[in-house]
């Protein structure tokens, strides 16, 4: 019989070969088995365990439910490309590229499909914050990327064990939506976190081309190399390969993500995803017109949800064009190739050493 893997393996086997995603799946898995032991920590980016704590032999289920141990499989789907835009004129000036996720989660919670909503606000000098938004000003707090990692799924148990809610949409990038389709499936039938992982009802996964370590991106490159006060800015966005950086209407900086290669994670480097496959809808900001959003429906669910968006008035929405959809193919495939020829890479270097 295969001896039950810890804590200690993911250190091992994910967190120290820098293939930790920093989904924040394994804590939130810790937390709702009602253990507790796992956190995060931030200055190093990753997941710790309390110092001391000793594990129960029965347990495992962080190591079991991470992503990066072994993929979730892909369930069949569908695929539906559109360009949208929200009604709301209020959202659409609060939020990035059309304020889509803004307005699909309004919906969502006007509707009392969801109670809350997980998203990712910021903290204070675009420190990344997991929030449970349950009203609109709440969604407009977490609306835009803040391209450093949040430990999104953390939010999972804050909204369960925190607030008591019974049904959460939620929102983030790939990793977070693979991690939570492994918690639901690892957990099916084996532990409660199954149970309470499956309060979540609706998935929003966002386009991601990778994230950035926050002390060298924003304390090193930003305040450090170009002298922005982070305090002022109100927004970031990565479209076609730049980087721009705004306070209000004015431009910082707007520079090629090249220059900024080196600040990106190791676990974004292995990383295969690019448009969320494990979301009910994935929504970006490439192929589509400046102030819209591109979303693809991935499951029944997800169409269901859209079209209702529509008819409540709260989006509006045309089938993409072709050029945009295929777009869309070549990223996903590029963003694929390049994490397994990483992955290939990091290999031969540890037989070379060994
Ligand atoms: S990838 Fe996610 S689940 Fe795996 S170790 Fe990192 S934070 Fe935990
Ligand atoms: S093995 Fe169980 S108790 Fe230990 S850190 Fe992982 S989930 Fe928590
Ligand atoms: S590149 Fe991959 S691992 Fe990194 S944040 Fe995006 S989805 Fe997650």
């Known amino acids: 019989m295969e001896e039950k893997r810890d804590f200690g393996d993911l250190e091992r086997e994910v967190i ?16 709702l088995l009602d253990y507790g032991y796992l956190s995060v920590d931030f200055s190093e980016e990753r997941p710790v365990i309390r110092e ?24 069949e789907g569908i695929e539906e490309m559109y360009e949208v835009v929200s009604t709301d004129e209020g959202i659409r000036k609060a939020c990035q590229d059309g304020g889509v996720v803004t307005s699909l989660l309004a919906y969502a919670l006007d509707d009392a499909m969801v109670e809350g909503c997980i998203t990712v606000a910021d903290k204070g000098e675009w420190k990344p914050e997991v929030q449970v938004a ?10 835009g990327s803040k391209y ?3 430990a999104t799924l953390t939010g999972i148990a804050d909204a369960i064990l925190k607030y008591d809610l019974w ?3 939620l929102v983030g990038t790939p990793c977070g939506m693979s991690s939570y389709e492994k918690m639901f499936v690892v957990g099916r039938d084996t532990h409660n976190a199954h149970n309470f992982s499956s309060h979540v009802r609706l998935r929003i996964g966002l386009f991601c081309l990778g994230t950035y370590s926050y002390e060298k991106l924003m304390k090193g490159y930003l305040e450090g190399k170009h002298s922005i006060d982070i305090s002022e800015v109100t927004k970031l966005q990565i479209s076609e390969d730049v980087l721009h950086v705004y306070a209000g209407e004015k431009e910082l900086l707007s520079v090629g993500i090249d220059e900024i290669e080196g600040y990106k994670r190791d676990g974004c480097k292995v990383c295969e995803d690019f448009a969320g496959l494990f979301s009910d809808i994935s929504v ?18 997800g169409k269901d949800v859209f079209e209702g968006a529509i008819e409540r008035g709260y989006i509006e929405a045309k089938p993409m064009d072709k050029s945009g959809v295929d777009l869309i193919h070549r990223l996903m495939k590029k963003k694929k190739e390049a994490g397994i020829s990483e992955k290939e890479r990091r290999k031969k270097l540890m037989e070379q050493l060994k």
Do not use: W
Request: glycine share 12%.
């Open 16 to 31: 120290e070969t820098g293939k930790c995603a920093l989904c924040g799946g394994c804590v939130a898995t810790c937390r």
């Open 148 to 150: 450093t990692p949040a």
């Open 167 to 169: 049904s959460v949409a």
């Open 134 to 143: 349950m009203d609109k000003a709440g969604l407009i707090k977490g609306a």
């Open 284 to 301: 970006g900001n490439v192929s589509s017109p400046a102030g819209k959003s591109s979303v693809i429906i991935r499951t029944d669910f």
């Open 52 to 75: 001391g704590q000793q594990c129960p032999p029965d347990c495992g289920y962080c190591y079991y439910q991470c992503p990066r141990v072994e993929k979730p499989e892909l369930r």
